[in-house]
């Protein structure tokens, strides 16, 4: 499997507190990679070592082979980003905010007009003068799903793609992530959701305090309890198990 993305020993050091500790693994060309850990596990740290916007302190990251930090234009040009908690341009429309990162990743005006019209109307979005500043927090997702696959990336990065998504159209972007799939594009995502990440990932590599504490295919995970026996057997879950008990008997109570 051609190897899109791959990260050899990239480590992170944040002085007294938390730190990233010589990570390594790669995502192939029609792979899609759950990417799990606890809050505070380093998901987000190693996103933004991905996408180059945190200077790692050791390691290398590849995207197709070369080097990001010396090839960052090309790279950028050929990824798609959707943040945890970015907000887009709230002063713009729907539509206003789509065409400025459409001309960012240097698409043709005349080219894009059409995409957008169709890509709005799909997800309901098309209400012209609205600015973003009036939307819920799950139209915005929905805008910043958009804007991170508008270009056909061949690597898609999405952290916690479906917090405040409402069902169908939840239904909707697993369904897109998969034809980027099959059309041999890469992509990893975050998700606390372990329902989500079994259905949709064809690996899963679990973080924890920083290191990579186990990785495996969701086909052969079933045998050891699936994702959920998984995740419990690599995390340490007797406090969870001894705080639920105590949960329940205090409400109880």
């Known amino acids: 499997m051609d190897k899109i993305v791959e990260l050899k020993s990239v480590s992170k050091n944040f002085g007294k507190g938390f730190s990233l500790d010589s990570i390594s693994f790669s995502i192939g060309r029609g792979e899609i990679v759950g990417y799990l850990g606890p809050n505070g596990a380093g998901k987000t740290t190693t996103i933004k070592l991905l996408m180059n916007a945190l200077r790692k302190d050791s390691g290398s990251i590849s995207f197709m082979g070369k080097n990001i930090e010396k090839d960052e234009t090309l790279f950028r040009k050929h990824i798609g980003y959707m943040p945890e908690n970015g907000t887009p341009f709230e002063f713009l429309t729907a539509r206003e905010y789509l065409e400025f990162v459409?001309?960012?990743?240097?698409?043709?005006?005349?080219?894009?007009?059409?995409?957008?019209?169709?890509?709005?109307?799909?997800?309901?979005?098309?209400?012209?003068?609205?600015?973003?500043?009036?939307?819920?927090?799950?139209?915005?997702?929905?805008?910043?799903?958009?804007?991170?696959?508008?270009?056909?990336?061949?690597?898609?990065?999405?952290?916690?793609p479906f917090n405040a998504i409402e069902p169908q159209t939840a239904m909707l972007m697993k369904n897109l992530i998969y034809e980027m799939k099959q059309d041999g594009k890469a992509v990893i995502f975050s998700s606390h959701v372990l329902e989500i990440v079994e259905k949709l990932a064809d690996k899963v590599i679990l973080l924890n305090n920083g290191k990579i504490v186990g990785e495996g295919f969701v086909s052969s995970l079933k045998s050891r309890g699936g994702l959920d026996g998984f995740f419990r057997e690599l995390i340490d879950s007797s406090n969870i198990d001894e705080n639920t008990v105590k949960i329940i008997q205090t409400i109880k109570s």
């Not at 927090?137 to 804007?147: E, I, V």
């Open 102 to 160: 459409s001309g960012a990743y240097g698409i043709d005006k005349k080219k894009i007009r059409g995409k957008i019209d169709e890509l709005l109307s799909i997800f309901s979005l098309t209400e012209e003068k609205k600015s973003v500043r009036t939307f819920s927090k799950g139209m915005k997702q929905k805008l910043l799903f958009l804007s991170a696959i508008i270009h056909n990336p061949d690597l898609l990065i999405l952290d916690e």
